[in-house]
T-cell receptor, first 114, second 115 residues
Framework: KAGVTQTPRYLIKTRGQQVTLSCSPI?????VSWYQQTPGQGLQFLFE???????NKGNFPGRFSGRQFSNSRSEMNVSTLELGDSALYLC?????????????FGPGTRLTVL | GEDVEQSLFLSVREGDSSVINCTYT??????LYWYKQEPGAGLQLLTY?????DMKQDQRLTVLLNKKDKHLSLRIADTQTGDSAIYFC???????????????FGKGTSLLVTP
């Protein structure tokens, strides 16, 4: 089975722009979660989607948004980029959204905001 | 959420055992995880333990859980240079909303294995 794939792997944007990142979960997985990883804050939860519905949201401003499609693929969008948004964005998929479902991570998208 | 605590660095010699410690926050956490991250890569799930267990062994990995102290440890036997990476402890916690769970991660322990 192919793992979680994320595109693009690297991205450079300038302040004020917006960006869309994509995540394709493992085949058969219906839950997708997004995390932001920075040296200062570590790994922080952004949001979780299951069956095209956002089930859970972390403590991030409204500039961060996401969605999930009927094929379980997910996108996250960051509008009005700030320098502090530079980070590795990780996507994780699991079979379902319950507590007992293991999350498998993709390689991440490295976003640099100049 | 509150912080999951891990020591930042650990250095061991090849062939020795490594023990990485973690203190988690939520006594109601039902699943606790260890992930490994190599440079430039995403997170690899190493193992997990359910909260009604005290210990779990998986080949060279041993996880110990002390629920009273909310302390989790990962022991790697016969540590190899390929084990050099950052190791993250994570607890699965319910969200503030009425559905969904999120992983609450520690800051990671950088393990350096020297020949």
């Amino acid at each position: 089975k192919a793992g979680v794939t994320q595109t693009p792997r690297y991205l450079i944007k300038t302040r004020g722009q917006q960006v869309t990142l994509s995540c394709s979960p493992i085949s058969g997985h219906r839950s997708v979660s997004w995390y932001q990883q920075t040296p200062g804050q570590g790994l922080q939860f952004l949001f979780e989607y299951f069956s095209e519905t956002q089930r859970n949201k972390g403590n991030f401003p409204g500039r961060f948004s996401g969605r999930q499609f009927s094929n379980s693929r997910s996108e996250m969008n960051v509008s009005t980029l700030e320098l502090g948004d530079s980070a590795l964005y990780l996507c994780a998929s699991s079979l379902a959204a319950g507590v007992g479902n293991e999350q498998f991570f993709g390689p991440g998208t490295r976003l640099t905001v100049l | 959420g509150e912080d999951v605590e891990q020591s930042l660095f650990l250095s061991v010699r090849e062939g020795d055992s490594s023990v990485i410690n973690c203190t988690y926050t939520d006594s109601s956490s039902t699943y606790l995880y260890w992930y490994k991250q190599e440079p430039g890569a995403g997170l690899q799930l190493l193992t997990y333990i359910f909260s009604n267990m005290d210990m779990k062994q998986d080949q060279r990995l041993t996880v110990l859980l002390n629920k009273k102290d909310k302390h989790l440890s990962l022991r790697i036997a016969d540590t190899q240079t390929g084990d050099s990476a950052i190791y993250f402890c994570a607890e699965k916690t319910p969200s503030d909303s009425n559905s969904g769970y999120a992983l609450n991660f520690g800051k990671g322990t950088s393990l350096l294995v020297t020949p």
